[in-house]
């Protein structure tokens, strides 16, 4: 019998479709992405019997045309290095037990790299060492380290001085490694030889061929309060958290301004400068009389998220 998973969609409308154990479901996901689609044609039925290599989209959708009937690929895969070989678990892991939480809906998308598992959780499949913010780590299944990655004694004295919150771990190994942080909903960028400023808040993890640092937003004098963003660059990617959903500016469309405590991040191609308001301070922003903006100018884009922070309630020295 094989295992309840997410496999090759046979019916060809998506990438992956979840099999229960004992039939095809309607629950499918393409690009990280889950939905619902219903098989065609719905006498699709699957064989006891799962084969014996490891299939393909495209054989997989051969097998269902000329028979109308549909098997999911063994998930014998490269996913743990050597382990991969080994037997799979026999019998039913659900078995005598029903619900939403188990229907296939919740069930772990396939991948490799960095995943979206759902808006809010992320899973990378450890093929080569990155980082992480620490204390992300939700969960893990296979031969995986994590270890403390100060980058260096520089960077160290940096985020001492700075207040930029980006403490980082290591992780490598063999396996799957899932990441969040307090339920913010995680979106992944994909970096080619480029880069991006991002808050060190809202920096969740990175691949490790990416080179980061703590750096002075241009224009953000110590004198007018200091800011200080962590940059990356290089190729690879990064999972970057937001407060909501998030919307994306082109700062080359018009002149452009951001509170400082809901901006997340931008391209390193804008210019930068900080921007004071006095007599509007308390109107907008969240400002009590006075009140700061990010001014942005040139090609590139710019995150905002519909939060500025925790809000702190009033409170009297009394």
């Known amino acids: 019998m094989t295992d309840a998973a997410w496999y090759p969609d046979p019916t060809g409308q998506a990438e992956l479709r979840y099999y229960d154990g004992s039939q095809w479901t309607e629950h499918v996901s393409t690009g990280g992405q889950q939905s619902t689609a219903p098989l065609a044609p719905p006498q699709a039925t699957v064989e006891q019997e799962?084969?014996?290599?490891?299939?393909?989209?495209?054989?997989?959708?051969?097998?269902?045309?000329?028979?109308?009937?549909?098997?999911?690929?063994?998930?014998?895969?490269?996913?743990?290095?050597?382990?991969?070989?080994?037997?799979?678990?026999?019998?039913?892991?659900?078995a005598g037990i029903s619900g939403d939480l188990i229907d296939g809906r919740f069930a772990e998308i396939e991948g490799n790299g960095a995943v979206l598992q759902n808006k809010k959780l992320l899973r990378v499949r450890v093929g080569e060492p990155f980082q992480a913010r620490q204390g992300s780590m939700v969960a893990y299944q296979g031969n995986v380290q994590f270890k403390y990655q100060g980058g260096g004694v520089g960077k160290f004295l940096k985020r001492a001085v700075t207040g930029e919150g980006l403490s980082l771990m290591g992780v490598e190994g063999q396996g799957d490694v899932f990441l969040a942080d307090a339920a913010k909903e995680v979106h992944i960028l994909q970096l080619n030889n480029s880069g991006i400023s991002i808050n060190g808040d809202h920096v969740l993890a990175f691949s490790g061929g990416l080179q980061w640092n703590i750096e002075r937003v241009q224009g953000a004098g110590m004198l007018t309060g200091g800011l200080f963003n962590t940059t990356l660059r290089g190729t690879g990617w990064v999972a970057v958290t937001t407060?909501?959903?998030?919307?994306?500016?082109?700062?080359?469309?018009?002149?452009?301004?951001?509170?400082?405590?809901?901006?997340?991040?931008?391209?390193?191609?804008?210019?930068?400068?900080?921007?004071?308001?006095?007599?509007?301070?308390?109107?907008?922003?969240?400002?009590?009389?006075?009140?700061?903006?990010?001014?942005?100018?040139?090609?590139?884009?710019?995150?905002?998220?519909?939060?500025?922070?925790?809000?702190?309630?009033?409170?009297?020295?009394?």
Do not use: C, M
């Open 50 to 94: 799962a084969p014996t290599q490891v299939g393909s989209v495209q054989a997989a959708q051969a097998a269902y045309g000329d028979s109308a009937q549909a098997q999911p690929a063994q998930a014998a895969s490269a996913q743990y290095g050597q382990q991969a070989a080994q037997a799979q678990p026999t019998g039913d892991p659900f």
């Open 243 to 318: 407060e909501g959903d998030p919307v994306v500016l082109n700062a080359a469309e018009a002149p452009t301004f951001a509170d400082t405590n809901a901006v997340v991040g931008w391209s390193l191609g804008l210019q930068t400068s900080l921007q004071k308001s006095f007599t509007a301070g308390a109107l907008i922003g969240r400002g009590s009389g006075e009140a700061f903006q990010v001014a942005f100018h040139g090609q590139g884009f710019v995150i905002v998220q519909p939060s500025e922070g925790a809000v702190v309630p009033p409170h009297s020295h009394s």
